[in-house]
Nanobody, 114 residues
Framework: QVQLVESGGGLVQPGGSLRLSCTAS???????MAWYRQAPGKQRELVAG???????DYADSVKGRFTISRDNAKNTVYLQMNSLKPEDTAAYYC?????????WGQGTQVTVSL
């Protein structure tokens, strides 16, 4: 059983930056890692993903502003978020996928507001 622990959320003003971290209890080498987010009243959506070969995917709404990366030695995936907008406000969830199996973190809140 893999456990994922997120950190780095918080309150930031528009235009600001945050870096989210997600550390897995087990080895992440070979797994697809991703960040999802869910705003109140909306469906959970993919924000960014990174393969074991470090190929990346981004939602159109965050391209050019967010960067996903991973450190396999630390079993950690990161999401650097720059130029944050109020519409980025959501609970952000870390996801790890091994084949058909998904693991989720507990979520970390990001609020972008004056």
């Amino acid at each position: 059983q893999v456990q994922l622990v997120e950190s780095g959320g918080g309150l930031v003003q528009p235009g600001g930056s945050l870096r989210l971290s997600c550390t897995a209890s087990g080895i992440i080498f070979g797994a697809y890692m991703a960040w999802y987010r869910q705003a109140p009243g909306k469906q959970r959506e993919l924000v960014a993903g990174i393969s074991s070969g470090r190929s990346t995917d981004y939602a159109d709404s965050v391209k050019g502003r967010f960067t996903i990366s991973r450190d396999n030695a630390k079993n950690t995936v990161y999401l650097q978020m720059n130029s944050l907008k109020p519409e980025d406000t959501a609970a952000y969830y870390c996801n790890l996928r091994f084949g058909p199996t998904d693991y989720w973190g507990q979520g970390t809140q990001v609020t972008v507001s004056l």
